[in-house]
């Protein structure tokens, strides 16, 4: 277990607090939590295509460099969309997340099939990456709903995020005693 989990109650409860909030202003204010959503899809995803812009370039690296230069300009594409338009970005996100995902389930599939003879169980990332492409397909050909459904997603997951962190915190104030003693005991062994 982390070692804030143990020593800081307040530090869980803060974190249960926000994970509320968020699940309030989601399913209160949709709009405004669906461009915030855009933006951090966008920091992501320009951090995923730097990440395979630096694989690339690593010796050491196993897939083909031409299939993550592919990844590395599809990631740093869309989060530079996302960074200058994000507004347009919020109202396209729902078709951007839909080919981002079948472009990188693509290259899951891919990658499985290059490194079946490296890795075992390579039918996990096979089925990992026509799992991402489906999920793509279907936010590509119903993209309001998939709008809907992940503010409901987010918003509930919030909520409940949020009330089993400030749970754990309130019975976190239970334990200063026994974890106080315990770590006591660990540091003189």
Same mark, same amino acid.
């Given at each position: ?81 996302t960074?200058?338009?994000? &507004?347009?970005?919020? !109202?396209? %996100? $729902?078709?951007?997340i839909? @080919? #981002? /995902?079948?472009? +990188? ?42 709008i ?13 995020? &949020?009330?089993?962190? !400030?749970? %754990? $915190?309130?019975?976190?104030? @239970? #334990? /200063?005693?026994? +974890? ?10």
């Amino acid at each position: 277990m982390d070692y804030w989990i143990v020593r800081s109650a307040g530090a869980v409860a803060i974190r249960g607090v926000v994970a509320l909030l968020l699940g309030v202003v989601a399913l209160l204010m949709p709009g405004l939590t669906f461009v915030v959503l855009a933006i951090a899809f966008g920091i992501y995803a320009l951090i995923d295509g730097i990440s395979a812009l630096v694989a690339m370039f690593d010796r050491r690296a196993r897939l083909h460099r031409g299939w993550l230069a592919l990844e590395a300009v599809a990631g740093i594409l869309v989060g530079i969309y996302t960074a200058f338009w994000p &507004g347009v970005a919020a !109202l396209n %996100l $729902a078709v951007v997340i839909g @080919a #981002w /995902a079948i472009v +990188t389930g693509i290259f899951k599939i891919v990658s499985a099939i290059s490194l079946r003879k490296q890795i075992r169980h390579e039918m996990l990332l096979v089925l990992s990456g026509l799992g991402t492409v489906v999920f793509g397909a279907i936010v590509l050909w119903f993209p309001m709903l998939g709008i809907i459904g992940m503010m409901w997603a987010v918003g509930i997951y919030g909520l409940v995020v &949020g009330g089993l962190l !400030l749970g %754990l $915190a309130i019975q976190m104030r @239970a #334990w /200063a005693p026994r +974890t106080d003693a315990g770590m006591e005991t660990r540091r003189a062994a």
